[in-house]
């Protein structure tokens, strides 16, 4: 298959890029990588198996032996973990917050990197991430970098939350946003940065469809593709 069938889509928690991954990979009807989730099931998996955060080399080799799987469910997603489906399990702030802290660990990264190179299959790949374009698929020819201010991400975050029923304040979204911000953008390995060739999106004052358009007209201007 063409390498030239992949999309990388980086940026940081909030941008909205799960959302707009989604939606061009239904439209494409391409494969996608959400590699976060591979973070936070390892996080997972860790706490689970009482595996220290800081342990190196016991989080890289239960990173190679995770039994993960996703199925598609004709709604979304299943994350299934040994056959179990933790999808809801990893969306918690401590899952979050403890995904941050093992991705900033080489080895940890190392062990994931066959894991998500195996996602590029026909007929294309959107793959989603923090690290997408700058080392896990470098060649990609097409490359965006969503942002947004960490005021408009801890809104959206905040609405969400609300919208669950959770009862939520606005200011410490916004503190532990800045705080996964600073960790990621700041990390000495693959830090949260765009690959040079990456296209900057701010999706601050963008709506999802404004967003999906743009990175479509990238899209087509590159891979010479005509998305319907
Ligand atoms: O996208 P997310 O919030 O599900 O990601 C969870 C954490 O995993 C995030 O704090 C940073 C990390 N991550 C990473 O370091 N590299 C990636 N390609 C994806 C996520």
């Known amino acids: 298959?063409?390498?030239?069938?992949?999309?990388?889509?980086?940026?940081?928690?909030?941008s909205g890029k799960g959302t707009v991954c989604h939606i061009l990979a239904k439209k494409l009807q391409w494969h996608l990588l959400d590699s976060g989730a591979l973070y936070r099931i390892l996080a997972y998996a860790a706490l689970q198996n009482k595996v220290s955060l800081t342990d190196a080399k016991a989080l890289s080799e239960l990173a190679l032996s995770l039994d993960v799987s996703f199925v598609s469910n004709g709604n979304g997603v299943d994350t299934l973990l040994s056959g179990e489906n933790i999808g809801d399990k990893l969306r918690t702030e401590v899952v979050g917050?403890?995904?941050s802290e093992v991705a900033s660990i080489q080895d940890v990264r190392t062990a994931l990197l066959a894991r998500q190179k195996a996602f590029l299959q026909a007929p294309g790949l959107i793959a989603d991430g923090r690290d997408m374009g700058t080392v896990v698929f470098p060649d990609?020819?097409?490359k965006v970098f969503l942002d947004a201010s960490a005021e408009e991400r801890a809104e959206r975050r905040f609405n969400?939350?609300?919208?669950?029923g959770f009862n939520v304040n606005i200011a410490q979204i916004l503190s532990e946003i800045k705080e996964r911000d600073f960790r990621d953008r700041n990390r000495a390995?693959?830090?949260l940065r765009p690959a040079d060739d990456a296209i900057v999106i701010d999706s601050t004052t963008l709506t999802i469809d404004e967003v999906v358009?743009?990175?479509l007209a990238l899209v087509e201007l590159k891979l010479k593709i005509t998305v319907e």
């Open 1 to 14: 298959m063409s390498v030239l069938n992949l999309i990388t889509i980086d940026g940081p928690s909030g």
């Open 97 to 99: 917050q403890a995904a």
């Open 140 to 142: 990609a020819a097409v």
């Open 160 to 164: 969400q939350l609300q919208e669950k």
């Open 189 to 191: 390995v693959a830090p």
């Open 213 to 215: 358009s743009k990175v």
